[in-house]
């Protein structure tokens, strides 16, 4: 049973961003800012190999996350399902893809939207006057465009929709997961 949820996870994880809406599409992420503290923000899960084991999101090179993931990779995630009845948590390691072809690849395949995140001059979390100025087009955006890839080492997942609530857990141990029902 634990095997078969595991694979549902994974699949529930990487239905596509489209018609048929992710449930865990945002998730929070968590880094460790230059004193050691944790820092959560709402990211937009872009892509995910389940074969691989790895979630992908995009991010401004200029951001803090970019600069604490390269100065410490530890990350954790945590997800809720719309209804807000089912978590999945993760904690893994995080890097920048620095593959040009892959960059390049995802980069033609975002929105006019999403590249426009990157086409401004201003720094993720810097001052401005007012907020169309971190619209205002200076560049063409995907000199600041990064890939997170993150490969989860824990995840959790907690299901409050039945009666008998679930917790279950699975750990990658050596390239194998591992898992486990946990008290809720």
Same mark, same amino acid.
């Given at each position: ?5 595991? =694979? ?41 190999? !389940?074969? !691989? ?5 995009? !991010? ?22 719309? @209804? ?19 960059? =390049?690849? @995802?980069?033609? !395949? ?38 997170? @890839? ?35």
């Amino acid at each position: 049973m634990l095997d078969d949820l595991f =694979q549902l996870i994974w699949a529930q994880l990487a239905i596509p961003v489209g018609p048929t809406r992710n449930p865990f599409r945002l998730m929070q992420l968590s880094t460790l800012d230059e004193q050691g503290w944790p820092a959560s923000r709402t990211v937009v899960l872009r892509d995910v190999d !389940a074969s !691989a084991g790895t979630l992908y999101f995009y !991010a401004d090179r200029r951001s803090a996350k970019c600069a604490q993931i390269t100065a410490d990779p530890r990350v954790a995630l945590t997800a809720l399902s719309p @209804c807000g009845l089912t978590q999945v948590r993760m904690e893994g390691l995080a890097s920048l893809v620095e593959d040009i072809g892959q960059r =390049q690849r @995802c980069w033609s !395949a975002a929105r006019d939207k999403t590249q426009a995140l990157f086409r401004h001059g201003a720094v993720p979390g810097q001052t401005i006057a007012n907020p169309e100025s971190a619209y205002a087009r200076s560049q063409d955006g995907f000199e600041h465009f990064a890939i997170i @890839c993150i490969k989860p080492q824990a995840l959790e997942w907690l299901d409050l929709t039945q009666p008998v609530q679930r917790r279950a857990r699975f750990r990658r141990h050596e390239g194998l997961w591992h898992s486990s029902w946990l008290a809720p």
